[in-house]
């Protein structure tokens, strides 16, 4: 059964409760500015996010890039209204071709080689028993004669991303990035307001009218 994983960020979350509070009183006479910096701050974490959930997974897994990547979805993006994002990973079990194995070449024919698969880093690869490489694919036979045959597969994007340690990872990175990004997007709306406030009361900029 198909699982998705599901990353979230939001101004409920733990962990960032004091840094939401001290913006909130520090933005408190811009209209909009607390909402705004936290919107803007949240966005881009969900940037870092869906990198973070890449490199995460690799470091744990002998998986390709590419899968994991196509298998990332910005569910949520945040707004005024809403200061959440969500990143959901959704994919089904992903093909062996996908991670470490050997031989490359094809292994058809009478001298097969044995087909040899490391779904983990820092694990041995495994034989997988009546399996082939053809064509780039990890093909295996379920019975005695030439068909039929299926596609070898290993676990989904959602399954791998959903390890404690990698989960952690992705979480930790998203959170630094809000945060960084909040400081920056605070002195953004603070710097916006002033000079909002400048105009209306006819002030100057650079001495020009």
């Not at 590419?66 to 298998?71: G, I, L, N, Y």
């Not at 979805?73 to 990143?87: I, V």
């Not at 399996?131 to 290993?154: C, E, H, N, W």
């Not at 979480?171 to 997007?185: I, P, Q, S």
């Amino acid at each position: 059964m198909k699982k998705d994983f599901e990353v979230f960020l939001g101004d409920g979350t733990k962990g960032i409760k004091q840094e939401l509070e001290k913006a909130r009183q520090t933005l408190a006479g811009v209209k909009w500015g607390y909402e705004t910096a936290v919107m803007r701050a949240l966005n881009r974490s969900a940037i870092t996010g869906r990198s973070e959930i890449v490199k995460a997974t690799r470091r744990k897994y002998t998986v390709k890039a590419k899968p994991v990547r196509q298998a990332i979805r910005l569910e949520e993006k945040a707004t005024y209204e809403s200061l959440e994002t969500m990143l959901t990973v959704r994919s089904t079990r992903l093909a062996l071709e996908h991670f470490k194995f050997t031989p490359k070449s094809d292994t058809t024919g009478g001298a097969r080689k044995p087909v040899k698969v490391a779904v983990k880093r820092g694990v041995a690869p495994k034989p997988i028993k009546n399996a082939f490489v053809y064509k780039g694919r990890i093909l295996q036979r379920t019975g005695t004669t030439s068909t039929p045959l299926i596609d070898m597969t290993g676990p989904s994007a959602p399954s791998m991303v959903g390890n404690a340690s990698v989960t952690s990872e992705i979480e930790t990175a998203m959170r630094a990035m809000f945060l960084k990004r909040l400081d920056h997007e605070i002195v953004e709306v603070l710097r916006s307001g002033a000079l909002a406030n400048h105009w209306q009361k006819g002030g100057k900029i650079h001495g020009r009218d």
